[in-house]
């Protein structure tokens, strides 16, 4: 297994925005688990799981791990998945719900934290907007190293993002001061 991938092909992503297959790499990130086990845990049929295990399993986002007799126990191909698209219409509509699902975890995360937020939505907005912003500018340094099939730990991933981050600073500024006006640190 590796630590991490990049995906940065639309097909790829299109095989990640369907409900139950992103259902189930959520599952395999506790554990592998066999076809059973997550018809199980998602309450759908058998023959259904195993059609969209192949169809990530064609992706190269899952793998058979092991087989016990006949049952196969399958595991992601990666710890994570770094999702990436170049603009593409058809997932478009995918990387913005996931955008404002992020936002609002990062949200959840400071206000757990203690933080006070004056304003829950537009801090919410602010962080989708740079989270958008900085996605797609970091579309052709991303595409260039997963290209290159350049293996990276989560260390290393967590070391390019910040970079890719710092790359765009500048140009972020006015995001950066309207968040400091709506954190109490």
Do not use: W
Not at 28 to 43: Q, S, V
Not at 156 to 177: D, G, P, R, T
């Amino acid at each position: 297994m590796k630590e991490v991938i990049i995906i940065t092909d639309p097909e790829t992503v299109k095989v990640l925005s369907e409900e139950t297959r992103f259902r189930i790499l959520q599952l395999l990130r506790l554990r592998p688990m066999t076809i059973k086990e997550l018809a199980d845990a998602i309450g759908k049929d058998r023959s259904t799981i195993s059609r969209h295990i192949k169809a990530l399993e064609n992706a190269g986002l899952v793998e058979e791990f092991e087989a016990f007799g006949n049952e196969k126990v399958y595991s992601r191909s990666a710890r994570l998945f770094l999702i990436k698209p170049d603009p593409d219409e058809s997932v478009e509509r995918f990387r913005q719900a996931y955008l404002q699902l992020e936002a609002e975890k990062i949200v959840n995360i400071l206000e757990r934290a203690g933080f006070t937020i004056k304003d829950r939505r537009s801090l919410k907005k602010i962080i989708k907007e740079v989270f958008d912003q900085v996605e797609i500018k970091s579309q052709p340094i991303l595409k260039r190293i997963s290209l290159a099939d350049v293996e990276l730990t989560e260390v290393e991933l967590f070391h390019l993002l910040n970079i890719l981050v710092f790359l765009q600073s500048c140009e972020l500024c006015e995001h950066a001061k309207k968040v400091r006006e709506l954190i109490i640190f």
